[in-house]
């Protein structure tokens, strides 16, 4: 199997400008989930996904940050306006689930590393 | 919060010794995982023990769970230059199997 795959893996934008990370789950895997890692707040849960439905988004940092899964194997995570607090490695993650639940580990994706001038 | 605390923060040895790193969390557990990281790349999952364990082993690892003190460590026998990454603990919540909560991880440097 590839794995995680994350696009791009390296983005660098001016602020105030429209961000679109994207992400391939493993396939079969039903529960995604995206992170964001800096070294300030280290892993941060911003939100996942069972069945492609969000279920918790209560870590998404404001409005301009959003998520959306369309299709099984296709998740984006959009932030509008984007600003320089915004730099940081966004990690995509998925996991086969069981019954809603996740089962075992999470399988991550390299990151996307975003820096915001 | 729930989130795990590693200790050390940073851990630097000579090959061929034994690195421990620790981590501690705050509430009730379904499982306690941890995951390694090289620089640059995503994270790799190690090993996994559930609240009902208390000693896991997994090659060179081991893993040990202490629910009392809601504590948990990670030994790296005989370390090799190739072990320098950091190392997260993730605990998953007992009643939410889909919280999992990343403490802020241990920075391994094995020197050759």
């Known amino acids: ?117 | 919060s729930q989130q795990g605390e590693e200790d050390p923060q940073a851990l630097s040895i000579q090959e061929g010794e034994n690195a421990t790193m620790n981590c501690s969390y705050k509430t009730s557990i379904n499982n306690l995982q941890w995951y390694r990281q090289n620089s640059g790349r995503g994270l790799v999952h190690l090993i996994l023990i559930r609240s009902n364990e208390r000693e896991k082993h997994s090659g060179r690892l081991r893993v040990t769970l202490d629910t009392s003190k809601k504590s948990s460590s990670l030994l790296i026998t005989a370390s090799r230059a190739a072990d320098t990454a950091s190392y997260f603990c993730a605990t998953v919540e007992g009643n939410n199997f889909n919280k999992f909560y990343f403490g802020s991880g241990t920075k391994l440097n094995v020197k050759p």
């Open chain 1, 1 to 117: 199997d590839a794995g995680v795959i994350q696009s791009p893996r390296h983005e660098v934008t001016e602020m105030g400008q429209e961000v679109t990370l994207r992400c391939k789950p493993i396939s079969g895997h039903n529960s995604l989930f995206w992170y964001r890692q800096t070294m300030m707040r280290g892993l941060e849960l911003l939100i996942y996904f069972n069945n492609n439905v969000p279920i918790d988004d209560s870590g998404m940092p404001e409005d301009r940050f959003s998520a959306k899964m369309p299709n099984a194997s296709f998740s984006t995570l959009k932030i509008q306006p984007s600003e320089p607090r915004d730099s940081a490695v966004y990690f995509c993650a998925s996991n086969p689930a069981v019954g809603g639940a996740v089962t075992g580990e999470l399988f991550f994706g390299e990151g996307s590393r975003l820096t915001v001038l």
